[in-house]
T-cell receptor
């Protein structure tokens, strides 16, 4: 079964440091996403990406966050200057071989970010 | 009112029991509805989409009531492996950008 892969599985960083989380979406999917889940809380949408540009972003996704698809396979989330409250599980997801399938997301296993 | 609201539980049931979870959503124009399952510290996995006419997948039955803005999930003949958190998920009317709104989740613990 095709899967979304994420690296690293766990990253510990100091406050103020830059972090890049990496994702390899399912190869023939067209839509890519980042969600996050703070421990004990609900899953929250961060950003969606289609056709090499951001489709939609949440209020959480401020200027400290950016996404990029640097090549044909990777999809990255960068946090420029991490804060304590950025500690969370970050899930990458992909969907949509066709437009009608865009809303059925497959999630990766997540990258746990701990900011000290 | 929360965008998607669920009873957090936990629901503790014996094996073989039937259990029902409910969910309400605030935006009447929401487009699509799903149930996802999340095991502890794992990613959400799609359990089933929810259709207006109701739909069934084995032991799982999902219902949607648009008038009441209410979604339900029924699990029959519970198995130990059903123990997980069940997430009610709604696609808002903002368009097909994949922005899903998740509920807090309802935790199910099936005991032998």
């Amino acid at each position: 079964e095709p899967e979304v892969t994420q690296t690293p599985s766990h990253q510990v960083t100091q406050m103020g440091q830059e972090v890049i989380l990496r994702c390899v979406p399912i190869s023939n999917h067209l839509y890519f996403y980042w969600y996050r889940q703070i421990l004990g809380q609900k899953v929250e949408f961060l950003v969606s990406f289609y056709n090499n540009e951001i489709s939609e972003k949440s209020e959480i996704f401020d200027d400290q966050f950016s996404v990029e698809r640097p090549d044909g396979s990777n999809f990255t989330l960068k946090i420029r200057s991490t804060k304590l409250e950025d500690s969370a599980m970050y899930f990458c997801a992909s969907s949509g071989q066709t437009f009608s399938g865009a809303n059925v997301l497959t999630f990766g296993a997540g990258s746990r970010l701990t900011v000290l | 009112r929360k965008e998607v609201e669920q009873d957090p539980g936990p629901f503790n049931v014996p094996e073989g029991a039937t259990v029902a979870f409910n969910c309400t959503y605030s935006n009447s124009a929401s487009q699509s509805f799903f149930w996802y399952r999340q095991d502890c510290r794992k990613e959400p996995k799609l359990l089933m989409s929810v259709y207006s006419s109701g739909n069934e997948d084995g032991r799982f039955t999902a219902q949607l009531n648009r008038a009441s803005q209410y979604i339900s999930l029924l699990i029959r003949d519970s198995k130990l492996s059903d123990s997980a958190t069940y997430l009610c998920v709604v696609l808002p009317p903002s368009g097909n950008t994949g922005k899903l709104i998740f509920g807090q989740g309802t935790t199910l613990q099936v005991k032998p």
